[in-house]
């Protein structure tokens, strides 16, 4: 549990002197193999690497599955469990009151599609600054199997019903709300979730994650597209992505024209998109949108940085809040002095 | 128990031999909603305020925009009395969808003046009318034809002001001051007022015994309503964090927070704001937005009525399960479901205090004064930080809407209080820390805020079970230990919680009790009690729930009990009944519930029912 200057000198520690095991949480209770646990230790990873203070971590969730993981990773942060499908507002309240806070929140495709899909989508509208991440399996697995609203249309319950409705799509759902950054990962390609997960940390406003979870028990059948199978068959990278983060001196490897392409985010890290199949640019809300659609279409896996907006105005930037967290105000900053009270209380008589 | 209900009798006037009656009479202005007559009525009210006579106005209106009839009343009473008042003694109809049903409801004697066109004075003729040409008047000033409609509404006001004895230079500084600095309405305002008056002059002689004349009851007061008094208190309380969603009537809380945060809450030094305020895209996230708040340390609310309390249900069960300070306003109207959405009632007693699923009880406070609005909404988040809950501060559209006379404030001199929280500091020395163990034996645990900077502050939130150190358990004595914590920290509430007023009179034998709204109304019936009929009572005044133990001892010291409330099922009766046990056949319940305002003379008719 101790961090910092309690511990000895340890050889292997990120720049503010931590070591990948301070980043450590609870054991897992889930399923042996559930692509959850996977996600789990990509966060420690990338928080790790960033050398990211866990103090001023705030981990967030709703309920379910997905839910349960923040207890699974950075213990000397603090955790919220909430309730079903409205962490979103929660998240917003804590940095309402503690900007300066790191916030990150796990919901899985129940949590965030169905029940708290309203949530969902005015916490992006908003552009409240946190890393919002969705476990998607396409499956209740909590509560032993039922549909979600990212299950595959057509698709079979052991009991024989079928999901004859279409599957959203959180992606481009979260594009169109005004989310300045979307990504669509697997569970099942560690070094992409790292660097997508890397990227949110360094975007001002909400940054979504979209990663195809499988869940080994109930939705890990042949032609699922939420099984491993099919993802490690079907995903097709949109690029290739590699983080250098701002206290990194940027390589200067030189691409050939219209190799890559680079994203400058708000804290001065880049995110660089090495180019693969197709050119395709992140910054283009209506290119991505159409992307999006037409994988849907064609029923493509295509994972990477869906969208991003890395100068759009944060909601603490609209509410202009000063430097210090509110929750910090002593009261003598808070409460008006009697001559205010006396000026109101006189254009009252 | 019973409950009577009866058709009041409102003393007749006889024509013939009215005696003056001076300083003790109600208004009502009849109009259209949207039509602009609010002004004209605030300038009414003031003019007669501004003259010493104590008053109050209540706005009655319908749940709509612009087009369906709207009345405003105001009373004005030598004695102070401010509740809504049965009677209608002087109408003023303008409004000619309602006018003949209005001028049917008027007890004999009383008085109608209106706008000529109408031609009410056909309809009956036991009341005294007075037509006024109100439009004509405007139209010799005005040519603009929806200006001439607004200012139209200022031709009654001197017309009354004229025929009551309101004094026209107090209606000229009503005038500039609801209009402030803009100087062509003032000008314009103050001279279709005097049109008005000039008119009854020249063409009204006055033949209704009603006067209005100076006294002195109002000096150094201020005129108030309870959502911009409650708002004054989570400003002065160091709310920073508002989030809320539209909804009558508790809109209006929120809203003149706006202004005055923005007025008074901008940081001197750094020109930033010291407070953020959300409207959430429904009730359920404005509640999680405070929690989410609350539980890192911000001193955060939220305002709703009845419908919203119903979405919070789940999240006020995980903020007292969680132990996570937050104060949420509900600003009563009639229910259930939508109801009667612009009409008063004190129906979410119950859903205030036991809100959500499981066990789980809330601290409720009632304010019933424009001073209790400003203490209580004050204190409502020392005492969420204190006890780390969810605190209820249950006022209602007769409160929070109309317009109240009060003192003027006092200025609040106590040190907040934020509660149990530990820093970084307090950990080091400490070397341990569990987030839910009793360490102090009054139920309240110890917390820490994220972002503090110490190896021991971490700990997981959740709405599942947990033991003392915050880590999820299912074990029965786990979760049979934490239930009685919860319940040792009500207990402990009832010592901080606003106390009851009781006023006990010597050998009264019946006990009145009541509490917000409904105790405006209660001390004009006492009185009426008293004087008409040598009936003493005691009286209680409930400020908050959990009740506290003085509740018992009045139950018992009475011999009979009336409770009387405004929702048809007596519900804070109802908890009472489960508090007092020996007491319990005592206690008798009076109940009104139609949506206006309890007024005094129903309370004691049915007081005199029951006593028969």
């Keep these: 549990m101790a961090v910092g200057e309690q511990q000895p000198k340890k050889k292997n520690v990120n720049r503010i002197g931590l070591a990948r095991s301070d980043y450590a949480g609870q054991l897992s209770t889930l399923c042996s193999g559930c692509g959850h646990d996977g996600i789990t230790n990509q966060i420690i990873k990338s928080f790790y690497e960033l050398g990211v203070n866990p103090y001023q971590v705030a981990k967030l969730s709703g309920i379910g599955c997905a839910s349960k993981t923040p207890a699974y990773f950075m213990n000397t942060s603090h955790g919220f469990n909430g309730v079903h499908g409205r962490m979103p507002s929660l998240a917003t309240g804590v940095i309402l009151a503690n900007h300066k806070l790191i916030c990150i929140g796990v919901s899985g495709d129940g949590d965030t599609a169905s029940i708290g899909l309203g949530q969902f989508c005015h916490l992006v509208r908003r552009n409240v600054p946190m890393i919002y991440i969705i476990e998607n399996n396409g499956v209740y697995g909590l509560t032993k199997g039922q549909f979600s609203a990212t299950a595959d249309q057509g698709s079979k319950l052991k009991t024989g019903v079928s999901n004859e409705l279409p599957a959203i799509d959180c992606c481009s759902l979260a594009i169109e709300m005004g989310c300045t950054f979307v990504g669509r990962s697997f569970a099942g390609d560690p070094k992409q979730v790292v660097s997508l997960l890397k990227g949110c940390l360094s975007h001002s406003g909400t940054s979504m994650l979209d990663i195809i979870s499988p869940c080994v028990t109930f939705n890990n059948h042949d032609g699922s597209t939420k099984s491993y199978k099919w993802a490690k068959e079907h995903e097709e990278l949109l690029h290739q992505i590699d983080f250098i983060p701002y206290f990194d001196p940027i390589e200067t490897i030189d691409y050939l024209e219209g190799e890559s392409r680079e994203v400058e985010m708000h804290d001065g890290s880049h995110i660089r998109l090495r180019k693969l199949a197709r050119d395709y640019d992140p910054m283009s809300k209506i290119g991505a949108m159409r992307t999006l659609h037409e994988a849907a279409a064609s029923n493509e896996f295509l994972t990477g940085l869906m969208y991003v907006n890395p100068v759009a105005k944060s909601f603490v930037d609209s509410l202009d809040l000063g430097e210090e967290p509110l929750c910090g105000l002593p009261q003598d900053r808070l409460h008006p002095s009697r001559e205010a009270l006396d000026e109101i209380m006189q254009e009252l008589m | ?612």
């Design chain 2, 1 to 612: 128990m019973v409950t009577i209900e009866t058709e009041s009798q409102a003393p007749v006037l006889d024509e013939e031999s009215q005696a003056e009656i001076v300083n003790d009479l109600s208004i009502q202005v009849a109009t259209v909603n949207g039509s602009g007559s609010q002004s004209s009525n605030n300038i009414l009210m003031r003019s007669i305020f501004q003259m010493g006579i104590p008053i109050s106005g209540k706005n009655l209106f319908p749940s709509n925009i612009a087009g369906l009839p709207t009345w405003f009343t105001i009373r004005a009473s030598k004695h102070g009395y401010v509740a809504r008042k049965k009677e209608i003694d002087i109408l003023i109809a303008l409004n000619p969808e309602t006018a003949k049903e209005d001028v049917e409801s008027l007890t004999p004697g009383r008085v109608v003046i209106y706008e000529e066109k109408l031609n009410l004075s056909r309809l009956r003729d036991d009341l005294t009318f007075y037509p006024i040409p109100f439009s004509k008047i405007a139209a010799e000033v005005v040519s603009n034809a929806r200006l001439r409609k607004l200012v139209a509404n200022m031709a009654y006001v001197g017309s009354v002001a004229e025929l009551l004895g309101i004094e026209m230079v107090e209606v000229e500084t009503a005038i500039c001051k609801w209009f402030k600095t803009k100087q062509k309405a003032v000008e314009l305002n103050i001279k279709v007022s005097h049109l008005g008056a000039e008119y009854v002059r020249k063409h009204s002689p006055k033949t209704d015994p009603y006067r209005l004349e100076r006294m002195n009851q109002t000096q150094g007061k201020i005129i108030i309503d309870g959502n911009s008094a409650c708002a004054l208190g989570a400003m002065f309380g160091g709310a920073t964090v508002v989030t809320w969603y539209p909804i009558t009537p508790a809109s209006s809380l929120c809203e003149s927070l706006i202004d005055y945060m923005q007025r008074y809450r901008i940081d001197p030094k750094t020109g930033k704001a010291t407070f953020a305020i959300v409207q959430a895209e429904d009730e359920i996230a404005a509640l999680g937005m405070a929690i989410g708040a609350g539980w890192a340390g911000a001193r955060a609310m939220t305002s709703t009525s009845g419908p919203g309390i119903s979405l919070m249900a789940e999240f006020t069960g995980l903020a007292h399960f969680a132990e996570i300070p937050c104060v949420i306003f509900d600003i009563q109207r009639l229910g259930p479901s939508t109801g009667l959405p612009t009409r008063t009632s004190q129906g979410d007693v119950f859903s205030l205090h036991y809100l959500s699923h499981g066990d789980t009880k809330h601290v409720v406070l009632f304010p019933a004064t424009m001073e209790e609005c400003f203490e209580f909404s004050r204190v409502a988040f020392d005492l969420a930080e204190h006890f780390q809950q969810p605190i209820f501060v249950a006022s209602d559209l007769d409160i929070g809407m109309n317009n109240w006379m009060a003192d003027p404030f006092d200025y609040p001199e106590m040190a907040y209080d934020r509660g149990k929280v530990l820093t970084a500091e307090d950990l080091k020395r400490l070397g341990e820390f569990d987030r839910y163990r009793d360490v102090d034996g009054d139920g309240i645990p110890y917390r820490t805020l994220p972002g503090t900077e110490h190896p021991l502050a971490a700990y997981f939130t959740r709405g599942s079970g947990h033991d003392e150190s915050a880590r999820y358990t299912e074990k029965p004595e786990e979760y049979e230990k934490l239930m009685k914590r919860l319940l040792r920290k009500l207990e402990t509430a009832k010592n901080w919680v606003p106390q009851p007023e009781i006023e006990y009179v010597d050998g009264a034998e019946v006990g009145l009790i009541a509490y917000g709204s409904t105790d405006i109304a209660i001390g004009e019936s006492r009185d009426q009690l008293r004087e008409e009929e040598g009936l003493e009572t005691n009286y209680l005044r409930i400020r908050a729930l959990p009740f506290t133990k003085h509740v018992r001892d009045f139950v018992s010291r009475c011999k009979r009990v009336y409770v009387v409330e405004q929702n048809r099922d007596g519900q804070l009766g109802d908890l009472l009944l489960l508090e007092v046990g020996p007491g319990v056949h005592r206690i008798e319940k009076i109940l009104a519930y139609s949506g206006l305002p309890i007024d005094a003379r129903f309370i004691t008719e049915q007081v005199l029912l029951l006593e028969a």
